[in-house]
């Protein structure tokens, strides 16, 4: 069974929630402020599938949260809860290392569906490896078996999602990829949000294995289209 801890201050919210992943065929842990979701988290060793975390609380906020979680699991699921609509809130939880976020008030079947989305993205990291069990290009070599990405020799710490998206374009070299077709590969064509999630992932992935991430050569952006992986040829 899945766990997911779900951290949000309103209680009327949080029982929603708890009722509906539970009949879901969740096991859910809830908590009511960023201390305890890191408590929790701490307790169980980081034994969660998903995390839900409301960004508005008092005290340790859910961005906070997030970043603690991100920095000691790149493989948990993280969805971020918000009341605000503004695109800054979206874009600094998954900078912060979300992989989703939810904007209030939406529907209990919407909260479902990304859940489950991001659960069967947790498991993929524990799938059967394919038969070829790296993929090389340029600099960086792509490991099916371990999930892994190296450049030079040393290790990418990449996220569930960017890893993903960087096999997508490892498979994909040298192909012009458009944004609706990453997101429906990564995100699945079921997902309620917009594309900006995939170009804000991009943008992260840059961070990390650019030379110059204002400048990339591996991650080319075709403008008005996607994005097209070079490998530095």
Same mark, same amino acid.
């Given at each position: 069974?899945?766990?997911?801890?779900?951290? /949000? #201050?309103? &209680?009327?919210?949080?029982?929603?929630?708890? %009722?509906?992943?539970?009949?879901? $065929?969740? !096991?859910?842990?809830? =908590?009511?402020?960023?201390?305890?979701?890191?408590?929790?988290? /701490? #307790?169980? &060793?980081?034994?969660?599938?998903?995390?839900? %975390?409301?960004?508005?609380?008092? $005290?340790? !906020?859910?961005?906070? =949260?997030?970043?603690?979680?991100?920095?000691?699991?790149?493989?948990?699921?993280?969805?971020?809860?918000?009341?605000?609509?503004?695109?800054?809130?979206?874009?600094?939880?998954?900078?912060?290392?979300?992989?989703?976020?939810?904007?209030?008030?939406?529907?209990?079947?919407?909260?479902?569906?990304?859940?489950?989305?991001?659960?069967?993205?947790?498991?993929?990291?524990?799938?059967?490896?394919?038969?070829?069990?790296?993929?090389?290009?340029?600099?960086?070599?792509?490991?099916?078996?371990?999930?892994?990405?190296?450049?030079?020799?040393?290790?990418?710490?990449?996220?569930?999602?960017?890893?993903?998206?960087?096999?997508?374009?490892?498979?994909?070299?040298?192909?012009?990829?458009?944004?609706?077709?990453?997101?429906?590969?990564?995100?699945?064509?079921?997902?309620?949000?917009?594309?900006?999630?995939?170009?804000?992932?991009?943008?992260?992935?840059?961070?990390?294995?650019?030379?110059?991430?204002?400048?990339?050569?591996?991650?080319?952006?075709?403008?008005?289209?996607?994005?097209?992986?070079?490998?530095?040829?």
């Amino acid at each position: 069974m899945k766990r997911v801890l779900v951290c /949000e #201050d309103e &209680d009327s919210i949080r029982e929603f929630i708890v %009722l509906n992943l539970t009949r879901s $065929g969740y !096991d859910v842990v809830d =908590v009511n402020c960023g201390e305890d979701a890191i408590k929790a988290f /701490e #307790d169980t &060793d980081g034994g969660f599938d998903v995390a839900l %975390l409301d960004i508005m609380m008092p $005290g340790i !906020d859910g961005q906070q =949260v997030c970043k603690k979680f991100r920095e000691k699991s790149d493989t948990m699921g993280i969805i971020m809860l918000s009341a605000k609509s503004q695109e800054m809130d979206k874009i600094s939880s998954l900078m912060n290392g979300a992989d989703d976020y939810i904007t209030k008030p939406f529907s209990i079947s919407e909260l479902v569906a990304r859940v489950d989305a991001v659960c069967r993205r947790v498991s993929m990291s524990h799938a059967k490896p394919e038969a070829a069990s790296t993929i090389v290009s340029g600099p960086f070599t792509l490991n099916l078996k371990s999930r892994t990405v190296y450049k030079n020799g040393e290790q990418i710490d990449l996220t569930q999602v960017e890893y993903q998206i960087m096999e997508y374009f490892f498979k994909n070299q040298n192909t012009a990829l458009d944004r609706t077709s990453i997101l429906n590969h990564i995100w699945g064509e079921s997902y309620y949000g917009d594309d900006k999630i995939v170009d804000v992932n991009i943008r992260r992935i840059r961070m990390k294995i650019e030379d110059e991430p204002s400048s990339p050569k591996y991650i080319l952006t075709i403008w008005g289209f996607g994005y097209k992986w070079s490998g530095g040829n």
